[in-house]
């Protein structure tokens, strides 16, 4: 069975860093494309960073770009994103979901319960 | 303002049909395959609908997905009171090179 389980949110200062971890079970994780995508309070969906399945390429969106970095720890079948220089605009439920296949960042078919980030002085 | 456009909220008496739009450009929509995610209050999306038209195992044939253009449409047929939930869209945008998602439209069961 397939399972992605968020780990690292909390409350942080603007300014301040942050690293998000997803468990992966049930498949080898570094073989899908992985995301992130944050939902702020109330708001709708904001698709964050993906990396690819095969190469590792990484995507980001602009927001977030020069400060967050996703990556891949493959021996413990565990997807990251690294956020630093945190604002007040990265207050968010993140979650970490997982692609279709090596290249699908928009075909999202497993999601874990998410994991909520604060940024507040 | 999102990307992808999508109304607020739409809504239909149970049995009935609801259609939602989802409004993009050419480096999305235009180019690149439509998703449709459904988030039901407090929980994580799940995906419906992916490359335009094709559904996950285990989705009923009530929910479908078209693609015109630089627009896409879901449509819910047989409305269920368990089908009130946030639908949003969701494309790859060759530009960007990022996913883009619809502003999200809230389905309501009168």
């Known amino acids: 069975e397939v399972q992605l389980l968020e780990s690292g949110g909390g409350l942080v200062q603007p300014g301040g860093s942050l690293k998000l971890s997803c468990a992966a079970s049930g498949f080898a994780s570094s073989s899908y494309a992985m995301s992130w995508v944050r939902q702020a309070p109330g708001k709708g969906l904001e698709w964050v960073s993906g990396i690819n399945g095969g190469n590792s390429d990484t995507f980001y969106t602009d927001s977030v770009k020069g400060r967050f970095i996703i990556s891949r720890d493959t021996s413990k079948n565990t997807l990251i994103l690294q956020m630093n220089s945190l604002r007040a605009g990265d207050m968010a439920v993140y979650y970490c979901?997982?692609?279709?296949?090596?290249?699908?960042?928009?075909?999202?078919?497993?999601w874990g319960q998410g994991t909520l980030v604060t940024v507040s002085p | 303002q999102s990307v992808l456009t999508q109304p607020p909220s739409v809504s239909a008496a149970p049995g009935q049909k609801v259609t939602i739009s989802c409004s993009g450009r050419s480096a999305n929509i235009g180019n690149n395959y439509v998703s449709w995610y459904q988030q039901l209050p407090r929980t994580a999306p799940k995906l419906l609908i992916y490359e335009n038209n094709k559904r996950p195992s285990g989705i009923p044939d009530r929910f479908s997905g078209s693609k015109s253009g630089t627009s896409a449409t879901l449509d819910i047929t047989g409305l269920q009171t368990g089908d009130e939930a946030e639908y949003y869209c969701?494309?790859?945008?060759?530009?960007?090179?990022?996913?883009?998602f619809g502003g999200g439209t809230k389905v309501t069961v009168l």
């Open positions: 969701g494309s790859w945008d060759s530009s960007l090179r990022a996913v883009m």
């Open positions: 979901a997982k692609g279709l296949g090596a290249r699908n960042y928009n075909e999202l078919d497993y």
